[in-house]
């Protein structure tokens, strides 16, 4: 989720410092923090599914060692923590909190870019780019995987294109945000679809 209203500009373009490159959170520290900040066990789950499929195109696609994997992990598992309580300061609340807890630079920095309408900030590194991509495109699948009897289970590409195309379906989900994101990488979306559908689907 990217869009909250209303629309609040971060008014800077540089996150965190240098000199904490490589200093974040653990896996555990991350799920606690989300236990106390997330108690809407939906958002908490498209964040773990956002983290899931970020950590998978890092390793797979990027060919990132498990260390940077879990930067990637951890930004998708965050991006969103500050969402529901505090909607009208999404993400400067999570970001400063993370730059008080010393975190690395490029996480705070792919947060502060999922949404650059929204908060004023432009995707700059691949794992900016791709939370961008995954953020809106995952909480569409999940939406689309809800009504479905079978959830995940026979999904194919061309059911999501068709309802990407079907302006009342999830008419939350901004399909300019979408394309957008979609424009700074070179990847086609029905790849990025399938992506997602294989590494989100059992993510509990
Ligand atoms: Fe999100």
Redesign the pocket.
Same mark, same amino acid.
């Given at each position: !989720?990217?869009s909250p209203s209303p629309i609040l500009s971060l008014g800077r373009s540089t996150f965190g410092d240098p000199a904490n490159k490589d200093n974040f959170p653990t896996l555990e520290e991350a799920h606690a923090l989300l236990a106390e900040w997330v108690p809407n066990e939906r958002l908490r789950l @498209? !964040?773990k599914q956002?983290g899931a499929v970020m950590k998978a195109w890092a390793l797979e696609r990027e060919g990132a060692d498990e260390r940077t994997a879990l930067k990637w992990e951890l930004a998708g598992l965050l @991006? +969103?923590a500050d969402w529901e309580k505090h909607p009208d300061a999404h993400c400067r609340v999570i970001i400063e909190h993370l730059e008080s807890l010393h975190t690395d630079p490029d996480i705070i920095h792919c947060i502060a870019s @999922?949404g650059p309408k929204y908060f004023g900030v432009e995707p700059e590194t691949t794992m900016d780019k791709m939370i961008y991509v995954f +953020?809106e495109l995952s909480?569409f699948i999940h939406a689309a995987a809800l009504i479905r009897p079978t959830r995940y289970e026979g999904m194919d590409v061309k059911s999501i294109m068709k309802k990407l195309k079907t302006p009342s379906f999830a008419a939350q989900v901004s399909r300019d945000d979408i394309n957008d994101a979609l424009s700074r990488i070179d990847t086609p979306l029905e790849e990025i679809i399938q992506f997602i559908i294989d590494h989100q689907k059992d993510v509990q």
């Open positions: !989720m990217s @498209h !964040m956002v @991006h +969103d @999922h +953020d909480g």
